[in-house]
């Protein structure tokens, strides 16, 4: 490479990447420090492990993180297997599939709090599923529903919300494929499984990975789902790092936004080379 | 050969069902919320509101931040979704079409944004801003803060995009002895204009919904459309004032969809480049 | 009238402001020209914010003074307040929060209230803590049990740990309380823990003993795990008694009350605050010292903490009145009930309380 066309490379990054190194870098920087006892807004600063030993030897802090990593894996995993059959389904214009469309991307729009709040009072003790139940003999008497301890609404309100998104990015790698490739895969007597895995994953991978990584990020970091919907005896991340900082215990709080900052990266980075050997190994 | 390519269809249906359904449901029962009249309180056992009136409406759009959290919302996103998508596109074009040392490295750094909690951000931008006496210009330190925020979606699709620009397009282009610009319309322009759309749409939307950078920064005089709502719809929740404004801001968002629907379609290229 | 207050007041562990009327720098009458010249008052409370904005047209129908009231968060309003400290003009006028909160913001950070006219009846310290020269109460409340008569009658209201021991296993499912987004259940479960265990919770001390010593508490509760449910917040708990589903919650007066006369909740429910004892405390009012605005901040928490805006509180928000000429006849509870408020326990030691009751029973749920 030479040097005029690094030059011209690093010119065309400066904007974006440039601009995030600065900004994100300031950033980073302060929680790092903080979390090693620097940039104290009240007492004495200086440096120190104390933070991260307490910190990570809390039954809350390894209970917080378990709980997290599966809120984002399932997420990511169940949105991204979703979109897939909808996207090759919606793959060719049909009579109303503008409408099918509309509708599933109309999460899209709805505003996560407004989504929350919304489902709560469908599944609330006296809402309309538990009514229904009851009336259709399901249910002997209404049954709480709300802050399950598996999660389990607040993973289909993830799902819910981040799955049109996964569509959004898959439509447009799966609409690029042309037909002759399905086609010649077809003639050669491949099953829908097997075109799925031999074609149609490795030619969207940069999709599938974009769609998981940012939603496992966002699930991964989620606060307001988890503070409404989510289970009572499990703490996010996020709602952790949030309860510390409300009590002043900034260090405290550092601690766990960097431990989240790592587990953003690590599993974004673990969720990109999965997927990348899984199916880019196939191609050709 | 249409039908071939389906995949079973059953669940997708009950899917849809359940989608429909729950779109359907929840925006009725908010309806019923927000008209209950505060002399008569609507308990489970009655299938409709006591006493209805429209004075919920009334009070919260007379009460509320709604008016200029609206407005300040629907100025802030799409100038975000603009700014970004400026600030995204040459270095989307040199993941997308270059293959260079460190490459797999700048994608990685590319995420960190998303990486970093945005209350964190959010907090830690603010006294920067302060130190450098810059805070009482509050739109355009969010909109740097979104623009910034939202640059990884942005970068993430676009390089999508330009990788799936078809290089024997481009070279075929060439050869014809076509002009940049003129290469750019036909051998470009087809494969960029969905991810530019989902692009200016994501951003949109995340800016919209963003809370942190939106509060922090932003208060006092700067409220949006998620500050509202946290503050409705949070803790200290009403459920016929928040199924007002949850009502209310669905009215937009309805209508900015199907705008965008038709500007999906009209981008999906399957449709308009004849390709495949 | 006034007797009755004052051993309301007595009862309510609140002492009056003992700041002398000191010869003023200004006269007031030119504080409120001063005021009215600058037009505006910003006022960051956290909570109430509509109704706040439209119980405050008064205030600017009498002094032509608008203000204005961003939304907010309890304790990011009190971050964004530290976070400009540096500034020379800020963006708060008034901030308001939580009395427990106090001892957490260094008082340097606001103006000293001297400038106000002299009101004996002001309130600056509630459930022991102190204000001092720069905060003043202007918010009463209470935590205790709301409950729904229709399933419970009054001689059957547990009292004690035990009665709430009993009857969450007569009753299982039937009793619900927050551990977070709202200080009722945590008020709920530390009054348990306070009359189980042997600790003193007017300590701020948090050492290691003194959490093991809670262990009594801890177990009480693990043992009845099953036989009550967790909330997600304040209004979740309040919500879910008015529909039916709960017989009891943990919950605040001041709250119940304001949903009900907002027609949220039933006007059936009540509240009572269990012998045992159940915390209460109140919200101050301080001025940052680089208010932008600090002559129309200086009338404006007059106007909040004066008799008549204090009455009028008490009728639309259910609170206890936080200035002692007050009037407080439409509150929930009676003066005799009231003596069972007991002080919020204090930082450190209540955050740890806290940290320790969600490791210990929350998380093993």
């Known amino acids: 490479m030479t040097l005029g066309r690094a030059a011209y490379i690093l010119m065309l990054l400066s904007p974006g990447i440039g601009l995030i190194v600065v900004f994100i870098g300031a950033v980073v920087y302060i929680a790092v420090a903080q979390s090693f006892g620097y940039y104290n807004l009240i007492g004495e600063s200086g440096f120190s492990w104390s933070f991260w030993i307490e910190g990570i030897d809390r039954k809350s802090y390894l209970r917080a993180v378990r709980y997290s990593l599966y809120v984002g894996l399932t997420s990511a995993f169940l949105s991204v297997a979703l979109a897939y059959p909808l996207a090759l389904w919606l793959r060719k214009p049909f009579p109303g599939s503008m409408t099918i469309s509309a509708i599933l991307k109309a999460p899209l729009l709805v505003h996560g709090i407004v989504a929350a709040f919304l489902f709560l009072n469908v599944i609330s003790y006296h809402g309309i599923l538990n009514q229904m139940m009851v009336w259709l003999g399901i249910f002997d008497e209404p049954r709480r529903l709300q802050n399950d301890e598996h999660a389990i609404g607040l993973i289909f309100l993830q799902v819910w919300k981040n799955m049109p998104f996964a569509l959004l990015l898959l439509t447009g790698a799966v609409q690029a494929i042309s037909d002759d490739v399905l086609n010649a895969a077809q003639d050669l007597g491949a099953g829908a499984w097997q075109r799925f895995l031999t074609v149609i994953a490795p030619l969207t991978v940069s999709a599938m990975q974009a769609s998981l990584i940012i939603i496992f990020i966002g699930a991964l970091a989620d606060f307001t789902f988890q503070t409404t919907i989510g289970p009572t005896n499990e703490r996010s991340l996020a709602q952790y790092m949030t309860f510390m900082k409300d009590r002043g215990r900034w260090n405290d709080a550092a601690v766990v936004g960097v431990t989240l900052m790592a587990l953003s990266l690590a599993g974004s980075v673990l969720l990109a080379v999965v997927s990348r050997l899984a199916f880019r190994g196939r191609r050709k | 050969m249409i039908a071939r390519l389906r995949i079973d269809q059953a669940p997708i249906l009950v899917l849809l069902l359940i989608c429909t359904l729950w779109l359907l449901i929840p925006f009725t029962m908010a309806v019923l919320w927000s008209l209950v009249d505060p002399s008569g309180t609507w308990t489970p056992d009655t299938l409709l509101p006591p006493v209805i009136s429209l004075y919920r409406w009334e009070f919260m759009w007379n009460n509320s931040l709604l008016q200029p959290a609206l407005l300040n919302s629907y100025t802030l996103a799409p100038t975000a979704a603009v700014v970004t998508l400026l600030l995204a596109m040459p270095t989307a074009y040199a993941l997308g079409r270059y293959d260079f040392p460190g490459k797999e490295t700048v994608k990685l750094i590319a995420l960190l944004p998303l990486v970093v909690p945005t209350f964190v951000t959010a907090i830690f931008f603010s006294s920067i801003l302060f130190q450098m006496g810059l805070a009482q210009y ?129 981008a999906n290229p399957a449709l308009s480049s004849g390709k495949g | 009238m006034l007797n009755r207050l004052m051993s309301a007041t007595a009862a309510l562990a609140l002492t009056l402001s003992l700041a002398p009327a000191q010869a003023q720098t200004m006269d007031w009458d030119a504080v409120v020209a001063a005021a009215q010249e600058e037009g505006e008052v910003t006022w960051f409370v956290w909570y109430f914010e509509d109704r706040f904005r439209e119980f405050t047209k008064a205030f600017t129908e009498e002094y032509g003074i608008e203000v204005r009231i961003p939304d907010g968060d309890h304790i990011a309003n009190i971050d964004k307040m530290i976070a400009e400290a540096g500034r020379e003009t800020g963006d708060i006028d008034v901030l308001a929060y939580g009395f427990d909160q106090l001892p957490n913001i260094n008082p340097e950070l606001f103006i000293a209230l001297d400038g106000l006219p002299a009101d004996e009846g002001r309130v600056a310290t509630v459930a022991g803590i102190e204000g001092g020269a720069v905060a003043v109460a202007y918010w009463g409340n209470q935590t205790g049990i709301a409950y729904d008569p229709a399933k419970i009658a009054d001689e059957d209201l547990p009292q004690t740990p035990e009665d709430f021991a009993a009857f969450w296993t007569s009753n299982p499912g039937q009793f619900g309380f927050n551990y977070e987004n709202g200080g009722s259940g945590p008020s709920f479960y530390m009054s348990v823990l306070r009359a189980v265990s042997d600790v003193d919770f007017s300590e701020s001390d948090d050492s290691a003993e003194r959490i093991a010593a809670l262990q009594g508490g801890i177990d009480f509760f693990n043992e009845h795990a099953d036989d009550y449910v967790i909330t997600a917040s304040n209004a979740d708990s309040i919500t879910r008694l008015s529909d039916g589903e709960f017989t009891m919650v943990a919950a605040w007066e001041d709250h119940l009350a304001g949903l009900q006369v907002n027609g949220e909740v039933r006007d059936e429910i009540r509240f009572y605050i269990p012998e045992m004892g159940m915390f209460g405390g109140g919200n101050a009012v301080s001025i940052p010292a680089n208010a932008p605005n600090a002559n129309a901040a200086l009338v404006f928490v007059d106007w909040l903490t004066s008799p008549e805006v204090q009455s009028r509180f008490n009728v639309e928000f259910g609170t206890a009145p936080m200035n002692l000429a007050a009037d407080d006849s439409a509150a929930l509870v009676s003066m005799e009930m009231r003596e069972r408020q007991t002080a919020w326990p204090m930082r450190p030691f209540r955050d740890a309380v806290e940290a320790h009751f969600i490791d210990a029973v929350i998380l093993e749920r």
């Open chain 2, 138 to 266: 509050r739109f355009f330190a969010i909109l740097l803060a979104h623009a910034v925020l939202f640059l990884p979606f942005a970068i993430r699709i676009l390089t999508v995009s330009f990788e799936q620009v078809r290089q024997d397009h481009v070279d075929a282009a060439r050869d014809l002895g076509a002009s940049p610009l003129e290469r750019f319309r036909v051998a470009y322009w087809p494969a960029l204009k969905p991810g530019i759309m989902a692009t200016l749409l994501i951003v949109f939307i995340q800016s919209i919904e963003e809370f942190a950078i939106a509060y922090i920064v932003g208060t006092p005089d700067f409220t949006t459309v998620p500050t509202l709502l946290y503050s409705q719809l949070g803790q200290d929740f009403n459920r016929s004032n928040a199924a007002v404004l949850a009502l209310i801001l669905a009215v937009p968002n309805v209508i900015l969809m199907l705008i965008l629907e038709r500007f999906l379609k009209s």
